[in-house]
């Protein structure tokens, strides 16, 4: 098993490794939800030994009880998107998806081409997705809206 946290470590393996591997985890660096334990609030957790971690502000330090608190708002905050832009940043995966999927699955060679489709057509539904959401949080406002008028005649 191995962790990255972007692509690029995947891709910088040897082949043998990559051969050897039964399984990848996608895991941000600054992936709050994934860094969360109850163990952060009295041991250092080893993201934080110094080594140089992509999103984790370098002065960030582990301190008992404090660090749980921080990534516990972190945490909170973790699962905040906007509807078509992607980002590899904290969890968020949704910019990670395609290249490990067809690593994984040893999909044939993609062109560029053929990439940009794919990645052009999730952000198109996941955009699609969420005006129909927003619709219907709309027409349940105005039928909630509605029914209160009718009430208070």
């Keep these: 098993m191995r962790a990255c946290d972007r692509f690029e470590q995947y891709q910088e393996l040897p082949a043998k490794a990559k051969r050897t591997l039964r399984a990848v985890v996608v895991d ?7 860094q969360m334990s109850l163990r952060l609030a009295v041991k250092r957790p080893p993201w934080l030994n110094g080594e140089p971690r992509r999103n984790v502000p370098a002065g960030m330090r582990w301190q008992p009880v404090i660090t ?11 699962m905040v998107t ?4 992607y980002k590899s ?5 949704r910019a990670d998806t395609l290249d490990f999927v067809a690593a994984a699955y040893e999909l044939p060679g993609t062109t560029m081409d053929q990439r ?3 990645h052009e ?6 955009l699609d997705r969420a ?6 949080e709309s027409e349940d406002d ?3 809206s509605s029914e209160v008028s009718g009430s208070i005649q």
């Design 131 to 136: 005006r129909r959401i927003k619709a219907e």
């Design 116 to 118: 940009e489709s794919i």
């Design 82 to 85: 906007i509807p078509g832009e």
């Design 28 to 34: 941000h660096d600054n992936d709050p939800i994934s």
């Design 68 to 78: 749980f608190i921080q990534v516990i708002v972190d945490a909170m905050n973790a």
């Design 121 to 126: 057509t999730l952000i198109r539904r996941e």
């Design 142 to 144: 105005s039928i909630v």
């Design 89 to 93: 940043f904290g969890h968020d995966y």
